[in-house]
């Protein structure tokens, strides 16, 4: 049974820093891609970064690129999101995403966690 927890998530100021992580189980964590994606209320999903089942690739929203960090660690079957320079807007509930490929591909995906509340305000 796949599983995909996140954890992380909290209140940050503006310019403030996080980190989230997801632990997965159920399945061969080194042979998928996997990503983050978010939504902030009242609007549609957004895919904010991805990474390769290797570590050897990566993809970001323009929305996050050069604030946002993806990495995993494959030995402990989790995937991490450092989030610096938060803006209010980055305010949304984050989801750790399964592709169902070894490469990122948006949209080509198979089971998603509970999601990770960041709320970015003064």
């Known amino acids: 049974q796949v599983q995909l927890v996140e954890s992380g998530g909290g209140l940050a100021q503006p310019g403030g820093s996080l980190r989230l992580s997801c632990a997965a189980s159920?399945?061969?964590?080194?042979?998928?891609?996997m990503s983050w994606a978010r939504q902030a209320p009242g609007k549609g999903l957004e895919w904010v970064s991805g990474?390769?089942?290797?570590?050897?690739?990566?993809y970001y929203a323009d929305s996050v690129k050069g604030r946002f960090t993806i990495s995993r660690d494959n030995a402990k079957n989790t995937l991490y999101l450092q989030m610096n320079s938060l803006k209010p807007e980055d305010t949304a509930l984050y989801y750790c995403?399964?592709?169902?490929?070894?490469?990122?591909?948006?949209?080509?995906?198979?089971?998603w966690g509970q999601g990770t509340q960041v709320t970015v305000s003064s």
């Open positions: 990474i390769y089942s290797d570590g050897s690739d990566t």
């Open positions: 995403v399964k592709m169902r490929k070894y490469y990122y591909t948006a949209g080509s995906y198979d089971y």
């Open positions: 159920g399945f061969t964590f080194s042979s998928y891609a």
